[in-house]
């Protein structure tokens, strides 16, 4: 017979696994990320083009996982929830340590990754569209709230350690060991999904029989779901693209090494641990939609004030003062994430429309971030980091005030509906970049 407190000691249990896993998890997923820019950086610089073949190389990941998103519920409709995040979990595992097999018997390292990348994206574009029914399954006795913070915190802690970790091994042992240590690292992960049973099965999505025309069709007849769509394809265009294109962002400036960008995405890592607080006090004020676009406003302040900071200060003091500032971006940024992600499913009329406008978001969002870093790309080659900064900044910040204005004129004010119980407060942004390296 199970005793009461039975229960609590399995829940226990299967937190402990699945956080401790999903920490190590990260952790790797850091250590992908830095490797793949720094080659990518490394490959590209002999030429000038250091920023252009690093955002040729997400680009194809980002694009990648924008096509699969969607029919990774069509995939778990038919096979289970589990089964198909398990397998997606372990095709990440596979093809990293294909990738670093290929590294060490002396393949081209760039080429390699250009092949191996598509496919990452494509079963990480799977695994994200699952990965809130999982956590629910594991994490079965806590509610959607305390879920997300907790799993969210446990990888947010892990970028900032590991953003500094991962560059120092990079630094010490090269690129292969950074792919090295994410194939390692993920493997506690993929064992818990596969073997530890979760407190509750993660139930089968309702089939969709035409995933596309759904998307569309919700896009075309939801006016405040284009709002918040069409903002957040900005904002993933012009202001996002900084944690991920860090490493030649911080190669332009002259800091060469892995630890400096380490430095940085730690910082931005840092920031968006910090975010609920502005998400509570701008959305409790003026609603989701017009609290975004405030903070993607400062964000592009913060990206303009870190174009001055690069041509005033020098060397030491120059990162210092922009990993400074750049734990201000990585708040605000990810902070205009989460409201919009609020108002996106605010959206909705039902619970199953609101999966739908949630798909729908996600994916415009997803085809502005590939645009953004390949912009970022050829603009810091072209040009220098200081003037994409100063661009990019000044144009959110323009956009925010022309779509605030015409919000006003048109009587669009959304009620205050962020509280401290937000169920999405950490579904976008850092933890966004983590799981597409998962």
Known sequence: MTTPAAAPTKSGRLLTFFLGSTLLSSLGSVMALLASTVLASDTGSSGG????YTSIMLALNLIAASVTTPYGPALAARWGTRRVYGTAVGANVLLYGLLTAGLLIGLPGYPLLLLGTPLLGAVGGISRALYPAVLQGYLAHEDLASAETKASVAAGAAWVIGAIVGAVVIDSYGVIAGFAANTLLSIPYLLVVLLITPEREPARPTPAKHPWRSLVTSMRTNKRLRRASVLGLLAAALVAPLASMVVPVTQDLDHNLAIHAGFILAAISFGAILSPSPVYRLGSRMGPLRASGYSYAVTGVVLVILGVVAVLFTQNLQLAAIAAFAVI??????????????????????IEHEQQNLAVFFLITGIGTPIGTLLWGRTIDATSVPFLFAVAGGIMVLFVIVNVILLTRQGVSAPPAVAKHEKRQHAHGIPLIQRMWH
């Open 49 to 52: 083009l250091a920023a252009t």
């Open 329 to 350: 971006y990585g708040a605000l940024s990810q902070s205009g994430g989460n409201l919009l992600v609020q108002d996106a499913a605010d959206s909705a009329e039902t």
